[in-house]
């Protein structure tokens, strides 16, 4: 049982980035899932989740309006559309069941 992020990378202020988080022993459309980051020197912190019964989501403060999480579940992935990417959206992003976490993937915004 694993997650996998991938879709980081390094882009400009005000670009946009797609994560994906692909699950392997479990359904994603089954948990509740969510999306954290952490930047250097500061605590990891919540940015994004859905919830496993009706799909709702919840969001950040600073990620709201900008940021979008959604399932694939065809494909088994939890996904994190990010758009206006600001300098301070750098951090190293996770994908978690809150039980299970991914290796991360870094997201770093000039």
């Known amino acids: 049982v694993q997650l996998v992020e991938s879709g980081g990378g390094s882009v400009q202020t005000g670009g946009s980035l797609r994560l994906s988080c692909a699950a392997s022993?479990?359904?994603?459309?089954?948990?509740?899932m969510a999306w954290f980051r952490q930047a250097p020197g500061k605590e990891r912190e919540g940015v994004a989740g859905?919830?496993?019964?009706?799909?709702?989501?919840t969001y950040g403060d600073s990620v709201r309006g900008r940021f979008t999480i959604s399932r694939d579940n065809a494909k088994n992935t939890l996904d994190l559309q990010m758009n206006s990417l600001k300098t301070e959206d750098t951090a190293v992003y996770y994908c978690?069941?809150?039980?299970?976490w991914g290796q991360g993937t870094q997201v770093t915004v000039s």
């Open positions: 859905i919830y496993s019964d009706d799909g709702s989501t």
């Open positions: 978690t069941t809150m039980s299970l």
């Open positions: 022993g479990l359904t994603v459309s089954t948990y509740c």
